[in-house]
Protein backbone atom coordinates (compact mmCIF):
# COMPACT_ATOMS: atom_id res chain seq x y z
CA UNK A 1 0.00 0.00 0.00
CA UNK A 2 1.16 3.57 -0.80
CA UNK A 3 2.49 5.67 2.17
CA UNK A 4 1.01 9.12 1.69
CA UNK A 5 2.94 11.90 1.18
CA UNK A 6 1.80 13.56 5.03
CA UNK A 7 3.10 9.98 6.55
CA UNK A 8 6.62 10.00 4.39
CA UNK A 9 7.61 13.72 6.31
CA UNK A 10 6.23 12.49 9.44
CA UNK A 11 8.77 9.49 9.71
CA UNK A 12 11.31 12.10 8.66
CA UNK A 13 11.31 13.28 11.87
CA UNK A 14 11.62 9.94 13.63
CA UNK A 15 15.30 8.97 13.97
CA UNK A 16 15.12 5.05 13.67
CA UNK A 17 18.33 4.20 15.26
CA UNK A 18 16.92 6.13 18.56
CA UNK A 19 15.44 5.10 21.53
CA UNK A 20 13.69 8.34 23.16
CA UNK A 21 12.72 8.70 26.79
CA UNK A 22 9.03 8.31 27.30
CA UNK A 23 8.50 12.30 27.23
CA UNK A 24 10.31 12.44 24.16
CA UNK A 25 8.82 9.12 22.23
CA UNK A 26 5.07 11.17 23.47
CA UNK A 27 5.99 14.88 22.08
CA UNK A 28 7.37 13.36 18.99
CA UNK A 29 4.87 11.02 18.44
CA UNK A 30 2.07 14.03 18.69
CA UNK A 31 4.25 16.19 16.36
CA UNK A 32 4.04 13.00 13.82
CA UNK A 33 0.24 12.29 13.85
CA UNK A 34 -0.67 12.18 10.05
CA UNK A 35 -5.03 12.22 10.33
CA UNK A 36 -6.98 14.84 9.87
CA UNK A 37 -9.18 13.90 12.46
CA UNK A 38 -8.26 13.35 16.60
CA UNK A 39 -6.61 10.32 16.51
CA UNK A 40 -5.61 8.16 19.27
CA UNK A 41 -1.93 7.68 21.02
CA UNK A 42 -0.89 3.59 20.96
CA UNK A 43 1.90 1.53 23.73
CA UNK A 44 2.81 -1.31 22.15
CA UNK A 45 4.94 -3.48 24.32
CA UNK A 46 6.83 -6.82 23.71
CA UNK A 47 7.53 -8.61 26.41
CA UNK A 48 10.08 -11.49 27.81
CA UNK A 49 7.44 -13.72 27.80
CA UNK A 50 6.57 -17.06 26.54
CA UNK A 51 3.36 -16.58 25.71
CA UNK A 52 2.04 -20.18 24.77
CA UNK A 53 2.35 -21.10 28.58
CA UNK A 54 -0.41 -20.23 30.55
CA UNK A 55 1.34 -19.25 33.52
CA UNK A 56 3.04 -16.30 31.28
CA UNK A 57 -0.03 -14.59 30.52
CA UNK A 58 -0.09 -10.71 31.14
CA UNK A 59 -3.38 -9.48 32.07
CA UNK A 60 -4.82 -6.58 34.95
CA UNK A 61 -7.21 -3.74 34.51
CA UNK A 62 -6.16 0.16 34.88
CA UNK A 63 -8.02 3.32 35.63
CA UNK A 64 -6.06 5.31 33.79
CA UNK A 65 -5.18 8.62 35.43
CA UNK A 66 -6.38 10.85 32.59
CA UNK A 67 -9.58 9.98 30.54
CA UNK A 68 -8.79 8.68 27.18
CA UNK A 69 -11.15 10.57 25.55
CA UNK A 70 -13.35 7.29 24.93
CA UNK A 71 -16.75 6.16 26.72
CA UNK A 72 -17.39 2.51 26.11
CA UNK A 73 -21.03 1.67 26.01
CA UNK A 74 -21.40 -0.92 28.79
CA UNK A 75 -24.17 -3.50 29.14
CA UNK A 76 -24.97 -4.81 33.04
CA UNK A 77 -26.26 -8.17 33.85
CA UNK A 78 -28.01 -8.22 37.05
CA UNK A 79 -31.00 -9.54 39.19
CA UNK A 80 -33.25 -6.69 39.75
CA UNK A 81 -32.78 -5.62 42.51
CA UNK A 82 -29.25 -3.94 41.28
CA UNK A 83 -30.89 -2.94 38.07
CA UNK A 84 -31.13 0.86 39.86
CA UNK A 85 -27.68 0.91 40.79
CA UNK A 86 -26.57 -0.06 37.45
CA UNK A 87 -28.57 2.54 36.03
CA UNK A 88 -27.48 5.34 38.39
CA UNK A 89 -24.00 4.34 37.79
CA UNK A 90 -24.43 5.06 33.86
CA UNK A 91 -24.45 1.57 32.61
CA UNK A 92 -26.26 1.56 29.43
CA UNK A 93 -28.37 -1.50 28.87
CA UNK A 94 -29.64 -2.89 31.83
CA UNK A 95 -31.38 -6.56 32.39
CA UNK A 96 -31.61 -9.75 33.57
CA UNK A 97 -32.74 -13.09 31.83
CA UNK A 98 -35.08 -11.21 29.54
CA UNK A 99 -32.05 -9.25 28.15
CA UNK A 100 -30.16 -12.60 27.78
CA UNK A 101 -32.50 -14.05 25.97
CA UNK A 102 -33.31 -10.80 23.34
CA UNK A 103 -29.40 -10.77 22.58
CA UNK A 104 -29.82 -15.02 22.29
CA UNK A 105 -32.42 -14.38 19.64
CA UNK A 106 -30.86 -11.67 17.79
CA UNK A 107 -27.47 -12.15 18.32
CA UNK A 108 -27.05 -8.27 17.76
CA UNK A 109 -24.34 -7.09 20.78
CA UNK A 110 -24.90 -3.58 20.69
CA UNK A 111 -22.16 -2.69 23.18
CA UNK A 112 -18.69 -2.95 24.04
CA UNK A 113 -18.01 -4.53 27.03
CA UNK A 114 -20.50 -6.53 29.67
CA UNK A 115 -20.76 -6.67 33.73
CA UNK A 116 -22.68 -8.65 35.42
CA UNK A 117 -23.50 -10.11 39.27
CA UNK A 118 -22.47 -13.32 40.34
CA UNK A 119 -25.98 -14.43 40.26
CA UNK A 120 -26.19 -14.10 36.84
CA UNK A 121 -22.93 -16.00 35.34
CA UNK A 122 -25.01 -19.05 35.30
CA UNK A 123 -27.78 -17.69 33.15
CA UNK A 124 -24.98 -15.93 31.08
CA UNK A 125 -23.52 -19.05 29.87
CA UNK A 126 -25.80 -19.23 27.30
CA UNK A 127 -24.59 -16.53 25.26
CA UNK A 128 -20.76 -17.72 25.89
CA UNK A 129 -20.44 -18.52 21.75
CA UNK A 130 -21.75 -14.71 20.86
CA UNK A 131 -19.24 -13.15 23.74
CA UNK A 132 -16.88 -15.62 24.20
CA UNK A 133 -15.16 -15.66 21.10
CA UNK A 134 -15.30 -11.40 21.17
CA UNK A 135 -13.27 -11.80 24.41
CA UNK A 136 -16.74 -10.00 25.93
CA UNK A 137 -17.71 -12.47 28.20
CA UNK A 138 -17.69 -10.85 31.78
CA UNK A 139 -14.49 -12.56 34.22
CA UNK A 140 -13.28 -11.94 37.43
CA UNK A 141 -9.63 -11.61 36.12
CA UNK A 142 -11.15 -8.93 34.49
CA UNK A 143 -13.08 -7.06 37.27
CA UNK A 144 -16.27 -7.22 34.92
CA UNK A 145 -18.00 -10.10 37.39
CA UNK A 146 -18.75 -8.69 41.29
CA UNK A 147 -21.38 -8.29 43.41
CA UNK A 148 -20.49 -3.91 43.19
CA UNK A 149 -22.28 -3.28 40.08
CA UNK A 150 -21.99 0.56 40.65
CA UNK A 151 -18.12 0.48 41.05
CA UNK A 152 -17.95 -1.62 38.31
CA UNK A 153 -19.95 0.24 35.86
CA UNK A 154 -18.23 3.50 37.10
CA UNK A 155 -15.23 2.83 36.59
CA UNK A 156 -15.55 1.62 33.23
CA UNK A 157 -17.53 4.86 32.18
CA UNK A 158 -14.08 6.69 33.84
CA UNK A 159 -12.56 4.95 30.84
CA UNK A 160 -11.03 1.77 32.80
CA UNK A 161 -9.08 -0.68 30.58
CA UNK A 162 -8.02 -4.26 30.56
CA UNK A 163 -5.01 -5.29 28.27
CA UNK A 164 -3.56 -8.73 27.63
CA UNK A 165 -0.45 -9.83 26.07
CA UNK A 166 -1.30 -11.40 22.43
CA UNK A 167 -0.23 -14.56 20.81
CA UNK A 168 3.30 -12.81 19.85
CA UNK A 169 3.30 -12.01 23.45
CA UNK A 170 2.78 -8.10 22.73
CA UNK A 171 0.53 -5.90 24.32
CA UNK A 172 -1.20 -2.81 22.15
CA UNK A 173 -3.10 -0.96 24.54
CA UNK A 174 -4.59 2.89 23.38
CA UNK A 175 -3.94 5.29 26.14
CA UNK A 176 -5.91 8.47 25.57
CA UNK A 177 -6.88 10.79 22.40
CA UNK A 178 -3.87 12.77 21.19
CA UNK A 179 -5.77 15.97 22.26
CA UNK A 180 -4.74 15.18 25.30
CA UNK A 181 -1.55 17.45 26.88
CA UNK A 182 1.88 15.38 26.62
CA UNK A 183 2.00 15.26 29.91
CA UNK A 184 -1.50 13.58 30.41
CA UNK A 185 -0.99 11.32 27.64
CA UNK A 186 2.68 10.53 29.75
CA UNK A 187 1.04 10.06 33.24
CA UNK A 188 -1.04 7.68 31.43
CA UNK A 189 1.86 6.06 29.87
CA UNK A 190 3.65 5.68 32.60
CA UNK A 191 0.78 4.16 34.56
CA UNK A 192 -0.11 1.38 32.12
CA UNK A 193 3.61 0.19 32.09
CA UNK A 194 4.10 0.38 36.07
CA UNK A 195 0.66 -1.95 35.77
CA UNK A 196 2.04 -4.06 33.10
CA UNK A 197 5.39 -4.82 35.17
CA UNK A 198 3.91 -5.70 38.21
CA UNK A 199 2.22 -8.60 36.70
CA UNK A 200 5.67 -9.90 35.61
CA UNK A 201 5.25 -13.40 35.76
CA UNK A 202 7.35 -15.36 38.04
CA UNK A 203 8.60 -17.94 35.99
CA UNK A 204 9.48 -15.12 33.15
CA UNK A 205 12.70 -15.11 32.80
CA UNK A 206 15.61 -12.51 31.46
CA UNK A 207 14.51 -8.96 29.88
CA UNK A 208 10.95 -8.29 30.83
CA UNK A 209 10.71 -4.96 28.62
CA UNK A 210 12.16 -6.22 25.40
CA UNK A 211 10.79 -3.53 22.95
CA UNK A 212 8.49 -0.33 23.21
CA UNK A 213 6.47 1.75 20.72
CA UNK A 214 4.49 4.43 20.50
CA UNK A 215 2.43 5.59 17.49
CA UNK A 216 -0.40 7.64 16.54
CA UNK A 217 -3.57 6.46 14.53
CA UNK A 218 -1.81 5.86 11.32
CA UNK A 219 1.66 7.66 12.15
CA UNK A 220 4.62 6.74 12.59
CA UNK A 221 5.91 3.96 15.20
CA UNK A 222 8.16 5.93 17.80
CA UNK A 223 10.87 3.68 19.97
CA UNK A 224 11.39 3.83 23.94
CA UNK A 225 14.14 3.26 25.62
CA UNK A 226 13.32 0.16 27.37
CA UNK A 227 15.51 0.27 30.30
CA UNK A 228 14.25 2.91 31.64
CA UNK A 229 11.10 0.73 33.12
CA UNK A 230 14.00 -2.43 33.93
Same mark, same amino acid.
Given at each position: MAQSKRYLEAKKLV???? %?? &?P @? $? @?? $??AKKTATTK???? #? $????? #????? %??TDQTVRATLVLPNSTGKTKKVVAFVSADKEKDAKDAGADMVGGEELINEILSSGKIDFEVAVATPDMMPKLAKLAKILGPKGMMPNP? &? $?TVGPNVKKMVEELKKGKIAFKNDVAGIIHQAIGKTSLEASQLLENFNALMEAIKKQKPASAKGTFFKNITVTTTMGPGVSVDPSVFA
Open positions: DKSK %KY &T @A $E @AI $ELFVGS #L $EVHVR #LGIDP %KKK &T $E
